[in-house]
């Protein structure tokens, strides 16, 4: 029986400079997407590329001094290897400048010509060269009177996308009758409620064609750097609609021999974009498609946009981050594995450097990590290599892990394919959390000799639940995860790995053969990485935990004695822990914020703090923090602050929310 296809594409990214952060999210969620529907045994492809015609191009490479292709050429290897880099296995990186996709998008052309929907006339209006979009229709000539004081070209409407400064253009045009599609959009939309996820973007596109559809002009006289248009190369194919057909040419479309082809991956399954460009891709793009009898794609991805230190990556502003870079100091998979955690797909989000290692030690290093680095020395301690199920051996947690297994897989997918990664990472992490927790119960170290069964047992428990993780996080952190496969004694392959049922993974009947890795997820990495030597954190590693011990991490500051504390000193600080339930600005201040903070048995309380510069209020609802909750009330701004929440400055000088693991309730004090 042939396998179920899954077809997925990137945007094509204009190739005025290298890839920066944005355009490897979106390249990396489509990643993600292939590798778990490889996972589901899908036969995948997946389509990238760069977007090498227009003006912007051409300008661009006026600007740098040299011929448009030789200019595109410079940066196109930059793509590559930063995907690769990142581990992004693409299918075909489509190029605009190649021949086949020329052919393909004046075949598309042809067609629409053929078909009656083209006519010429005259584009007098505003232009947007940055993002190659007509603004705005005049009706009057703009080179008249009115529309120019002088030789000054009178002052047009900003970009709607970017904000920047339009400029007139005024030229013989061919034109697509895009105002025939309304209807058949609106109807589209309302019978395929799920053509754009997620579903709260579909609003604005369906206000923006019900406010209605004025014709394309797909076609530009002054464009030298384009696709020649079909029977008249006096004009260039306006460069989004060349640019959209490359979903389609990319898999054979306008390529005879290719019909095959085209008919196995077309429509697509999932077409990832940024909301920038949601106009072009849920009303152009379907319009276009509808007027050549091809099917629609069944599924727009569009994501929010990353925003660092909660402004717009711009050079001017100097923020923008450099992928390369970030891979050089912090790896691959640890950046795969923070964009896709961090950045709620269906919102904006802050990049910072903080939250970036925050997560590499806390998520990676501490909870994942260290359960592999424990286990496998633990085993290796007492002489174990092969961990075999043990028949008729049950414990509670056993049974407890294993159902949270059930419940986990569930939810993962569920949320996976909702496309809904960083809550299905989130739900990964609890499980994380109920392993270490079902392993250091029983306190393995201390019943290794006295019960070697149970021993075993939970040996078993943690590599199963282990495998399953490493399974399923394989799509975000494919090379790490199957370097802790290897751990187990599996050598990862698609074809043996792949799903038939995600239940299966919760059939706990396996064998493991052990091995020692080196450390997955390097805490050192982070002091090289800042020059500054960071947490560190006692590892864990084959040395049992003494009753008593904290498993908290243990700061390595050199104190002076002068400076030691006694115990009874630390003992007055009650530190607990707590969970933002609202948080709002002090009105008068412009650096408190008033936060009710959920203490569970202890109750609320409402607690202010100076971090106005570095939090709008609405990112701290929900956050779990540690709140010391013996310190004498203190007025602020005429209001009463019941506690102080702790903070750490991060290298810029922001103040960062000091996280506490779900996996202790709230109110609980730090001992
Ligand atoms: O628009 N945050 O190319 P482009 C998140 N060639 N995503 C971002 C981002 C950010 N700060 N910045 C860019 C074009 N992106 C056209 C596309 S498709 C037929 C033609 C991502 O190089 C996001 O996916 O400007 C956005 O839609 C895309 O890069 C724009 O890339």
């Given at each position: ?37 490889k996972l589901q045994g899908k036969d995948v492809f997946f389509l990238t590329g760069t977007d090498e015609h227009g003006q912007k191009i051409a300008q661009a490479a006026e600007k740098a001094g040299k011929l448009p292709k030789d200019f595109i050429d410079s940066f196109v290897p930059d793509f590559k290897n930063a995907w690769q880099l990142y581990d992004i296995k693409y299918d075909k990186f489509m190029r605009t400048t190649d021949q086949y996709h020329i052919k393909g998008a004046q075949h598309l052309v042809t067609v629409l010509i053929d078909k009656g929907y083209i006519y010429k006339s005259v584009y007098k209006g505003w232009y947007c060269t940055p993002c190659e979009t007509f603004v705005a229709e005049i009706t009057e000539d703009p080179t008249s009177p009115e529309a120019t004081k002088g030789t000054e070209v009178v002052q047009g409407p900003s970009c709607p996308t970017c904000g920047r400064d339009t400029h007139i253009i005024s030229e013989e045009s061919y034109f697509f009758k895009l105002s025939a599609f309304t209807d058949k959009l609106l109807a589209f939309y309302q019978n395929n409620p799920d053509f754009i996820a997620p579903k709260e973007r579909t609003h604005e596109v369906t206000s923006f064609v019900e406010s209605g559809l004025k014709d394309l002009s797909i076609s530009r006289t002054t464009v030298r ?447």
């Amino acid at each position: 029986m042939a396998k179920n296809k899954f077809y997925v594409t990137t945007p094509i990214y204009y190739v005025t400079a290298k890839p920066h952060l944005g355009s490897l999210y979106s390249t990396l969620l489509a990643d993600a997407l292939a590798r778990w529907n490889k996972l589901q045994g899908k036969d995948v492809f997946f389509l990238t590329g760069t977007d090498e015609h227009g003006q912007k191009i051409a300008q661009a490479a006026e600007k740098a001094g040299k011929l448009p292709k030789d200019f595109i050429d410079s940066f196109v290897p930059d793509f590559k290897n930063a995907w690769q880099l990142y581990d992004i296995k693409y299918d075909k990186f489509m190029r605009t400048t190649d021949q086949y996709h020329i052919k393909g998008a004046q075949h598309l052309v042809t067609v629409l010509i053929d078909k009656g929907y083209i006519y010429k006339s005259v584009y007098k209006g505003w232009y947007c060269t940055p993002c190659e979009t007509f603004v705005a229709e005049i009706t009057e000539d703009p080179t008249s009177p009115e529309a120019t004081k002088g030789t000054e070209v009178v002052q047009g409407p900003s970009c709607p996308t970017c904000g920047r400064d339009t400029h007139i253009i005024s030229e013989e045009s061919y034109f697509f009758k895009l105002s025939a599609f309304t209807d058949k959009l609106l109807a589209f939309y309302q019978n395929n409620p799920d053509f754009i996820a997620p579903k709260e973007r579909t609003h604005e596109v369906t206000s923006f064609v019900e406010s209605g559809l004025k014709d394309l002009s797909i076609s530009r006289t002054t464009v030298r750097w384009g696709v020649p248009f079909p029977q008249d190369p006096l004009h260039t194919i306006y460069v989004w609609v060349e640019a959209l057909s490359n979903y389609i040419t990319g898999v054979g479309y306008g390529q005879p021999g290719c019909e095959n082809e085209l008919r196995k991956w077309w429509p697509a399954d999932v077409q990832v974009l940024g909301k920038d460009i949601i106009r072009f891709h849920a009303v152009y793009w379907p319009a276009l498609l509808m007027a050549a009898d091809l099917p629609l794609p069944k599924r727009l991805l569009v994501h929010g946009w990353i925003k660092v230190d909660k402004q717009k990556m711009s050079k001017s502003l100097g923020n923008v981050i450099d992928p390369i870079e970030l891979q050089k100091k912090y790896g691959t998979d640890p950046i795969r594995y923070y964009l896709l955690r961090q950045i709620p797909i269906n919102q904006d989000g802050d990049f910072s450097i903080a939250d970036v290692e925050n997560r590499i030690e806390s998520d990676l290093a501490n909870d994942l990590g260290n359960l592999l680095n424990r286990m496998v020395a633990l085993a290796e301690k007492h002489g174990v290599m092969h961990v075999v199920p043990q028949e008729g051996m049950t414990r509670v947690s056993s049974l407890c892990l294993n159902a949270d297994a059930f419940v986990l897989v569930e939810e993962f997918a569920g949320h996976m394919n909702n496309y809904m990664f960083h809550h299905a990472l989130a739900t990964l992490w609890k499980f994380i959390h109920a392993t270490n927790t079902s392993f250091h119960e029983v306190e393995p170290w201390k019943i290794a000799k006295t019960d070697p069964q149970m021993f075993m047992t939970v040996l078993s428990d943690t590599c199963h639940s282990l495998y399953m993780i490493a399974i399923l996080l394989w799509p975000v952190m494919p090379h790490k995860m199957e370097e802790l496969l290897i751990s187990l004694g599996i050598r990862f392959k698609l074809e043996e790995h792949a799903f038939k049922n995600i239940d299966d993974l919760c059939k706990w009947n396996k064998t493991f053969t052990l091995k020692k890795i080196p450390t997955l997820f390097e805490k050192q990495a982070l002091a090289k990485a800042t020059g500054e030597v960071r947490h560190s954190f006692s590892d864990g590693g084959p040395e049992p935990i003494e009753e008593g011990q904290s498993m908290l991490p243990q700061e390595e500051v050199k104190v002076s004695q002068d400076n030691y504390i006694t115990i009874d000193d630390v003992m007055k600080v009650e530190l607990h822990t707590g969970t933002i339930e609202a948080c709002e600005a002090v009105e008068g201040s412009d650096k408190l914020l008033k936060m009710t903070v959920d203490l569970g048995s202890m109750g609320k309380r409402t607690i202010l703090a100076g971090i106005r510069k570095s939090y709008e209020p609405a990112e701290l609802i929900g956050k779990r923090g540690l709140f010391i909750t013996n310190l004498k009330p203190r007025k602020m701004a005429g209001m009463e602050s019941q506690g102080m929440m702790l903070v750490a400055e991060d290298e810029n000088g922001n103040s960062r929310v000091v996280q506490f693991p779900e996996l202790v309730k709230n109110g609980v004090r730090l001992k």
